[in-house]
């Protein structure tokens, strides 16, 4: 288990404290659509921790082809029709490059700074020519008025219970899911970063932001920096 990072609940919990069959029960969002829109049709995407593929299955029915990476072999387990890669992200290295590289999951907000920048420096290293990077950040209010809870459409209730500094800008998240026969619970450390502190992340490994794709600006087309 990684520092600071556990979970609770049935099943399989990754090294990131994520359960493999909670995951696998959580709906598709707007995620999809969002980045369909973004990219051109049939782009070669690599999705960077793709989970159980809750994203990868629908993009790959809107014509990507898709590349699927996690270092959880439990989650891969679980995608269907796409490329799949056994790795821990910021050690990828495929010698290949796609059209899209896509970093969801507020994974971003890693609370190690070295992870951050291996993160990005394996966005840039698998970037086509004219290719773009999107990324999924975290709203502006996601550690602040806490506990809060959103009772979803299908049935289940997700609760955000706590975000409490640890130290060096770090928070420890605490997260539930409870549904009619099971719960789960997902503790992890995330560094909160204003935008302007993310837009300097992204241009620390030679990335800019190009456009926000949506009104909260949680989800960030990025490319790299011109020479």
């Excluded at 910021?90 to 969801?104: N, Q, R, W």
């Excluded at 990005?120 to 086509?128: K, M, S, V, W």
Aim: proline content about 7%; overall charge negative.
């Amino acid at each position: 288990m990684r520092t600071g990072h556990q979970g609770t609940g049935p099943g399989t919990i990754t090294p990131d404290g994520c359960a493999v069959e909670l995951y696998s029960r959580l709906p598709v969002g707007a995620e999809p659509d969002i980045i369909a829109a973004a990219v051109p049709a049939g782009a070669r995407i690599l999705e960077l921790g793709c989970g159980v593929g809750r994203m990868t299955h629908p993009l790959l029915e809107r014509g990507f082809a898709v590349t699927a990476v996690d270092e959880s072999p439990g989650m891969l387990e679980r995608v269907r029709g796409a490329r799949t890669i056994l790795s821990p992200i910021e050690d990828l290295d495929l010698g290949e490059t796609f059209d899209v590289v896509l970093l969801a999951s507020f994974l971003v907000h890693t609370g190690d700074v070295e992870v951050r920048r291996g993160l990005l420096r394996t966005c840039l290293r698998h970037l086509a020519d004219g290719g773009c990077v999107l990324i999924q950040r975290e709203g502006e209010d996601y550690h602040s008025d806490l506990p809060r809870q959103r009772v979803d459409p299908t049935g289940f209730t997700v609760r955000t219970l706590s975000s409490d500094p640890v130290g060096d800008g770090v928070n420890s998240v605490r997260v539930e899911y409870e549904f009619p026969d099971a719960t789960w619970t997902q503790t992890f450390r995330a560094r909160p970063m204003t935008p302007e502190a993310f837009e300097e992340a992204l241009a620390e490994q030679g990335l800019r932001v190009h456009g926000y794709l949506t009104e909260d600006r949680t989800w960030v087309r990025a490319m790299p920096v011109s020479p």
